[in-house]
């Protein structure tokens, strides 16, 4: 049995402890690995200084929503590749991966000259104070332009994951974050570059990851072909990649926005609390990664069994990945409201003020992030099967619908408290409407399920 066999089998009849090992595991190792490095990177820039490290909290959010066009092609086109496979259609889904994959290059070159254009202006808009404006300028410069790699990445991540192929997502990543950990003490300081020094490494780090996925296109490993003239930009295919893609890229974005808001909330505090809330955000987004990493496996075969209708194995899956994900979100968390303290210092050689911000930041967050495994189960199984419009709202529940209005409102009434406790507030808020979508998604499987079985006895009859 060749590879390409092997990954059809794992996607549509191996056990699903198996299939979510072999899917799964490899993609949260890449991203919690991938997690690591940000806060390596925060860690050797926060030897700098508090304005440093609130330079990179700033430009964080920009890079994301950059990458977000990855998303918005690569998730969007991951969705719909699993189904057309679970159908036996693999010329359509052939169109879809080339598709998807020079449409998100061309478009995140585009957006990414137009940030470089008004870079300064979009800085301050994302919480950059005075003395935080310069060395963001810096990072940014460098960091924004190597995005055009990471945009490749993200899209290649999710196209590679859906066919089955999750090993080789675990190789670009860990490749990209092991030399981004070595080239930061290198660069930063050893080189006396600063933050320069860590945009450099991060730069490296993700040309080394787009060779990875290079390196397994031109050997001929993947089932699709990714040529230009593959590309087909039909009514069907694109509204399929936009209806899961756009949810997606809302989602990223609306990360992006949150973090700017804290940034902004945070400003009135000083230079301490952005850095305190910017450990913060990386240490939470290490859980966060490696859920989705996981959840990544999961969605190839979630979308792939309910292309095939096989009902049975889509529950199990649902009903094992909810368990596996909360058990280690319920690990995560603890460590993290344990050691809080501990762990915010860190990043700081003297700076009391931030560590007391991190640190309760931290507690709260480290105790409601045990409910994200099971509200990313959930709002990433609507987006494999199909549904946008359910995905789109649950997606946007934890940083956008449950997030903004807390963001906005506590701070006024709670003062700095309302920026702390802002996001655990939005988790308990995303898990409650959660359970709601949820209920009425399980009964319409339901009576899927009792469809094909019926339609299966009258042909038999």
Known sequence: MNSQSKKMVLLGSASIPKALLAMGIPTMIGMLVNAFYNLVDAYFVGGLGESQMGAISVVYPLGQVVVGLGLLFGNGAASYISRLLGR?????????ASTALYSSVFAGAAIIIISMVFLQPILKLLGAT?????????????YIISCIFNVFNVTMNNIVTSEGAAKT???ALLMGAVLNIALDPLFI????????????ATAISQVVSTCVYLTYVLRKKSVFHFQIKDCTYTKEIMSEIFKIGIPTMVFQILTSVSISLINNAAGDYGDSAIAGMGVV??????????????????????????????????????????LWSTVFCVIFGIILALFH??????????????????????????ITIMLFGFYTVYSSLFLALGKGKEGFILGACRQGICFIPVILLLPMVWGLNGILYAQPIADVLSAIITVFMAIPLH???????KQVAAASTDNNN
């Open 169 to 171: 997502t675990m190789c």
């Open 341 to 366: 303290t501990a762990i915010v210092s860190r990043f700081t050689k003297s700076d009391a003020e931030m560590i007391r911000i991190g640190a309760a930041s931290l507690r709260a967050n480290g």
């Open 88 to 96: 036996g259609d693999k010329e359509n889904a052939d169109k879809v």
């Open 189 to 200: 300081y050893v080189l006396d570059l600063g933050v320069a020094g860590a945009a450099i």
């Open 281 to 322: 955000t990386r240490l939470i987004s290490m859980g966060s990664l490696s859920v989705f990493g996981f959840i990544k496996g999961f969605q190839p075969i979630a979308g792939y069994s309910y292309g095939a209708k096989k009902f049975d194995r889509l529950r199990e899956a649902i009903k094992t990945s909810i």
């Open 443 to 449: 009964k319409k499987l339901n009576e899927m399920q």
């Open 130 to 142: 005075d003395s935080i404006l310069p060395y963001a300028t810096t990072y940014a410069s460098i």
